[in-house]
């Protein structure tokens, strides 16, 4: 099966330029997560989804970062006015929501950005 | 809230020496969490290594144990004898019953030949 497809792989912009990440979960899973990794941390989670609707996304910060996943398949996370704190890589990860399977995520490649 | 800590890294140590990577969790708002052991290989992606989702049971997976310690919130990685192609990133992380699931900042694992 095919696995969580991200793009763009990386993304380099100035600070005040905005920038989308786009995320394809695994075919019938009903949740995703959006995770960010700064260099040489763990990742943190921004927001994430079942079907259509957010569960959390206390952790987004609202004011430059949004997230969408209108049908409840791809989704897409932007950040307006991006500031060099922002530098990490951007996680997709998805999951099927099951007790037994709780937590258990599959993860693309991700999407590097560097904010100058 | 939630948090997982684990050994700071980098870790290195020689081929078939044993190995044990810390956990400790502190699961405020859920009562009954799951853990996991994911595992970055150099130029992979992120994957899960081993799950435990009942306090007292033990995972395993390509060598690695844990056991899911409830009385010392606990999670320990171990290794009784570790390969040059085990030198990767892992992380510690828990899951509620909602899906949600924080992670730990990671910890480097280098095994020199």
């Known amino acids: 099966e095919a696995g969580v497809t991200q793009s763009p792989r990386y993304a380099v912009l100035q600070e005040g330029q905005a920038v989308s990440f786009w995320c394809d979960p695994i075919s019938g899973h009903d949740t995703l997560y959006w995770y960010q990794q700064p260099r040489d941390q763990g990742p943190q989670l921004l927001v994430y989804f079942r079907d259509e609707a957010v569960i959390d996304n206390s952790q987004l910060p609202s004011d430059r970062f949004s997230a969408v996943r209108p049908k409840g398949t791809n989704s897409t996370l932007k950040i307006q006015s991006a500031k060099q704190g922002d530098t990490a890589t951007y996680l997709c990860?998805?999951?099927?929501?099951?007790?037994?399977?709780?937590?258990?995520?599959?993860f693309g490649e991700g999407s590097k950005l560097t904010v100058l | 809230g939630d948090s997982v800590t684990q050994t700071e890294g980098p870790v290195t140590v020689s081929e078939s020496e044993s190995l044990i990577i810390n956990c400790t969790y502190s699961?405020?708002?859920?009562?009954?969490?799951?853990l996991f052991w994911y595992v970055r290989y150099p130029g992979e992606g992120l994957q899960l290594l081993l799950k435990?989702?009942?306090?007292?049971q033990k995972g395993s997976s390509r060598g690695f144990e844990a056991t899911y310690n409830k009385e010392t919130t606990s999670f320990h990685l171990q290794k009784a004898s570790v390969q040059e192609s085990d030198s990767a990133v892992y992380y510690c992380a828990l899951g509620s019953n909602t899906n949600k699931v924080v992670f730990g900042t990671g910890t480097r694992l280098q095994v020199l030949p």
């Open positions: 990860a998805s999951s099927f929501f099951r007790a037994s399977n709780t937590g258990q995520l599959y």
């Open positions: 699961a405020t708002s859920i009562a009954y969490p799951n």
């Open positions: 435990v989702i009942t306090a007292g």
